[in-house]
């Protein structure tokens, strides 16, 4: 790979002050490290190996003859690539008449109850190959690319069976994409129709699949769907227990409908990530702080669902590391585009701007413990960056994913345009 340096940067967001101070909460202006009128060097490895601003007066443009390719972003935006901690990428089958059932005001709940939501789209996707579950994912990951995600998480769930949660793990990993992925084993996402009870069907996902997954390498995590009507705290503690004997990483989805525990359990077990939270309690918040997990917010959910936005505003204010994602899903949240739910957080969770940013960025990869390569423009880390079409970034966050970046970049190498 060639040595290369983007020039003419009308403002490069870095994020290196949070690097360097290893902040993940209440984040400012300030932490993110913006310049004006500024350049980034890459090296022949794909790595960051340095940027600086003329305005600066200490950091002059280096000598471009001792780079290959010199890359003019005429005076744009340059930020780190975006990171989706939380989506569900693998599935089969089309939940579009959900649209129009919640339209006309039904809820989550009552769409499951006539049929649809997740245990839908379970049958759909037990019916589908492996090729064809791997093909729909890289169409997947390949429009999430182009609108700026350059690492992701990918859950399954939509299985419920030990063959099944495999194959959608399986599509996932055989999914070409030059995005950093990383696997979640959500085998206890909702009670499929076919088990014999619940208890059987958590025993059987415990003891034979959790096994199976590690044995084949499928997955970095485990996840769970904590909620009434779903898994109590008492049901996901087995399974949770087995996951982390194994070694897996553990995430969960927590207190989306009401206030289930889940944050406890989160907080218990060391999990890095508690997403949704409409319904998280203080105290919850607070065990979540207090063990270093990350508090995810989901606000596509919300908007796609009818459902209230957990308050952002508070959860900072509490002192615990914001993080945003999309929750792309057949069902509950189709956006895809980051950038979009960003700016929905901003207005609707109430999130500062700045930590809002972190939170796609940053602390994003603080929930997927890629911290140290992943998520800020540092000198050694990978450079995964956009060249967007705006010039700053409150002109970025304020056009509502409206525009795809210009380029975007993994590792140093453009990937999309």
């Known amino acids: ?116 939501g997740i245990k839908y789209t379970v049958r759909e996707t037990r019916k589908a190959s492996l090729s064809e579950l791997t093909k729909s994912c890289e169409v997947r990951l390949q429009n999430s690319l182009r609108s700026g995600v350059t690492s992701i998480e990918i859950k399954s769930g939509y299985g419920l069976s030990v063959h099944d949660e495999l194959k959608i793990l399986q599509a996932a990993n055989q999914a070409v994409t030059p995005q950093h992925k990383s696997m979640t084993c959500l085998a206890l996402h909702d009670i499929p129709e076919d088990a014999d009870s619940k208890t059987s069907f958590i025993r059987e996902m415990t003891e034979q699949l959790l096994p199976e997954v590690k044995k084949q390498n499928l997955a970095d995590w485990c996840d769970a769907f904590v909620e009434k009507g779903y898994f109590e705290p008492s049901d996901v503690t087995p399974y949770f227990e087995k996951a982390k004997k194994l070694g897996f990483g553990i995430r969960i989805h927590a207190d989306e409908f009401s206030d289930s525990g889940a944050c406890q359990v989160a907080a218990d077990f060391g999990a890095a990530s508690a997403d949704h939270l409409q319904h998280g309690s203080d105290m919850g918040i607070e065990a979540l702080k207090s063990s270093g997990a990350v508090a995810t917010l989901l606000p596509g959910t919300s908007l796609c669902s009818n459902i209230k936005y957990s308050n952002g505003a508070h959860i900072e204010s509490l002192g615990c590391p914001i993080a945003i994602a999309s929750d792309f899903n057949p069902g509950s949240c189709q956006i895809m585009n980051l950038a979009k739910i960003l700016t929905i957080s901003i207005f609707s969770n109430k999130v500062s701007p700045w930590a809002a940013f972190a939170g796609v960025t940053w602390v994003g990869a603080n929930s997927m413990k890629i911290q140290k390569s992943k998520g800020a423009l540092a000198a050694g880390y990978d450079a995964d960056f956009l060249i967007h079409e705006h010039k700053s970034l409150p002109e970025w966050l304020s056009s509502w994913g409206e525009f795809l970046p210009r380029s975007v970049w993994v590792q140093g190498l453009q990937v999309s345009s």
Request: aromatic share 6%; proline share 3%; net charge negative.
């Open 1 to 116: 790979m060639s040595k290369k340096i983007i020039i003419n940067i009308g403002q490069l967001i870095t994020n290196s002050p949070l690097v360097e101070a290893k902040k993940t909460s209440q984040i400012q202006k300030d932490d993110l490290g913006i310049l004006e009128d500024a350049w980034l060097s890459i090296d022949q490895n794909g790595r960051v190996e340095g940027y600086g601003s003329s305005k600066s007066g200490d950091a002059k443009t280096p000598n471009l003859n001792s780079y290959q390719e010199v890359i003019d972003a005429r005076g744009s935006l340059v930020t780190p690539g975006l990171i989706d901690s939380h989506t569900h990428m693998v599935f089969a089958g089309d939940r579009s008449h959900e649209f129009l059932q919640k339209s006309a005001g039904a809820t989550y709940q009552e769409v499951a109850a006539a049929g649809g």
